[in-house]
């Protein structure tokens, strides 16, 4: 056999999933959850990325219907599982302080309403760039004396989670200007910087690519507007630096670690890219 | 890309060896159908398989079946290295001999539904999933 | 008892006499398959919900049989008839010995 046909059976072998993957996708679809909590998953591009791309677009729509169904009723989307265990995580103390969350923070649909939708966000009093990771950390290391989380820990996500959801469907909108806008000049280089020996940036697959198929994988613009995210993968929430990691790594490189000042400025610019797309709480994706 | 006709050729045998591919034997899922019929004869028709034709992720598959009348309606992934997926026993208060669940696949494959209906007989019906496997780990 | 199984149950508090209602259940378990190796090579033993089952005031909804082909955190949607007011239970029994059970209480109305 030549090598000709070899590459033609290659080459039908990758692209037929391809096809039907894309044809699987609901582009249209509009995302309501439990017929009343309406998102916006297609949003005019922020002013800081023209051109590069002229509508940001939830990672949603790049599903098929019976993933994107799942995000639509909170009681099938099994994210829910740990929102639930969160509240619970919510009231308990620990820690030498004795102290809950609750305990200072009071509810958290009152307290966290909208702190997802700003965040990663300048904090004065560090003089850096923070995420509710490292927020939440810091309650439990400075505040409640506790052990600080695994950065994408189980713990973590779950956390990340329940503070997401107080934000559902309100627009992403991380400020990229004043203090925080060094850190978000280094987050947009590193998102532009190839990486691995595979030599590819984060905008190869998400500004270049984002519609078409890698093997069979729907590439979507790569949003963090769902996140922390249900994947049917692994079952369980994916939290950004997990899913950065995992990117960095398919580069074949070595990663910047989870929690890294690296990671936390390519957080700040990833969020930016999805200014006007809706805080999702939970989503689920494949 | 140009195909000459001995290429196209040699695609169309290559593209068929590869379709039979998925269908290896792999456990014996009618066996585990049989366990369930004790061997009677299986008929059709009254019996609905729900499942994407193409699922994104083998690991978290929605199916559902519905069978009006049945007393049990049992779930086969006959390309699974265990075949048997579940069995739905239908109770006096069963508001219908309907159920959804999610399920996993180990890759392209029949997903076969067997319901045992009132009267003692069976029905069956199949559907394909196809499987994608992800270009992304992370 | 296995780490974190926490039942998650869609019922309505609600129903008219004969009613048929949908019930969704959820319960976050990891359903560890026995097909799977550590990074030992060692097979991760199988420790799964095998079975499930529904009754309303003691008699029967469903009962189903599980294996290790139902996903991490086992779905299930059925519909039950109401004939009266009363409690619905939900049991999930685990490969360890493990019971878990919660309980809905419909009203007529």
């Known amino acids: 056999m030549k090598i000709k046909t070899l590459s033609a059976i290659a080459a039908m072998l990758v692209s037929t999933p391809f096809v039907a993957v894309a044809d699987e996708a609901d582009k249209d679809a509009n995302l309501v959850v439990n017929g009343e909590v309406e998102l916006v998953t297609r949003a005019p591009a922020p002013a800081h990325l023209e051109g590069a791309v002229d509508e940001v677009i939830s990672g949603w729509l790049f599903r098929t219907s019976e993933t994107q169904s799942l995000q639509m009723d909170d009681f099938d989307n099994p994210g829910m599982i740990f929102v639930d265990q969160a509240m619970d995580d919510w009231g308990t103390a620990v820690g030498s302080e004795g102290k809950s969350c609750a305990d200072c923070h009071g509810a958290v649909e009152d307290s966290m309403e909208g702190v997802r939708a700003v965040y990663p966000k300048w904090n004065e009093t560090a003089g850096e760039v923070r995420t509710v990771a490292q927020m939440i950390n810091e309650c439990r290391t400075d505040r409640m004396g506790a052990d600080a989380l695994g950065y994408t820990s189980a713990a973590m996500a779950r956390m990340e989670a329940l503070i997401s959801m107080q934000s559902r469907g309100m627009p992403v909108n991380v400020a990229i200007d004043g203090p925080a806008q060094e850190t978000w000049e280094w987050g947009k280089e590193l998102y532009y910087t190839r990486t691995g020996q595979l030599q590819m940036s984060c905008a190869n697959c998400h500004e270049d690519n984002y519609g078409n198929n890698i093997r069979a994988d729907h590439l979507s613009q790569g949003q963090i507007n769902g996140f922390p995210v249900y994947r049917l993968k692994n079952a369980k929430l994916t939290t950004p630096h997990g899913r950065f990691k995992g990117c960095v790594r398919d580069t074949r490189a070595e990663t910047y670690g989870t929690g890294s000042d690296a990671f936390v400025a390519l957080e700040l610019y990833v969020a930016s890219r999805g200014n006007g797309l809706s805080v999702e709480g939970v989503s689920v994706r494949n | 890309m140009e195909f000459t006709r001995r290429d196209t050729l040699a695609l169309g045998l290559g593209a068929a060896a590869l379709t039979v591919l998925p269908i290896r034997a792999v456990a014996a899922w009618d066996d585990v159908i049989t366990a369930f019929t004790g061997g009677a004869e299986v008929g059709e028709g009254g019996l609905t398989l729900t499942a994407p034709e193409i699922a994104e992720n083998g690991n978290t598959v929605p199916v559902s079946v519905d069978a009006p009348g049945a007393a049990a309606i049992m779930i086969v992934a006959t390309g699974n290295p265990t075949p048997n997926v579940a069995t739905f026993n239908f109770g006096e208060l069963a508001g219908s001999q309907s159920a959804s669940t999610r399920i996993r696949l180990a890759g392209t494959q029949d997903v076969v539904a067997v319901a045992r209906m009132a009267d003692g007989s069976f029905v069956q019906t199949q559907s394909t999933v196809k499987v994608t496997i992800g270009g992304c780990g992370g | ?109």
């Open chain 3, 1 to 109: 008892m296995a780490i974190g199984v926490k039942p998650r149950v869609k019922a309505p508090k609600t129903a008219e006499v004969g009613e048929v209602v949908t019930i969704k259940t959820l319960i976050s378990h990891k359903m560890e398959s026995g097909q799977r190796k550590d990074g030992d090579g060692n097979v991760i033993p199988r420790s799964i919900i095998h079975r499930f089952t529904c009754d309303y005031n003691g008699v029967n909804v469903i009962d189903v049989e599980m294996h290790p082909a139902i996903s991490t955190n086992p779905y299930f949607e059925f519909e039950a008839t109401i004939p009266e007011a009363g409690d619905m239970v939900f049991t999930w029994y685990d490969d360890d010995g493990d019971v878990y059970t919660t309980t809905k209480t419909v009203a007529i109305g």
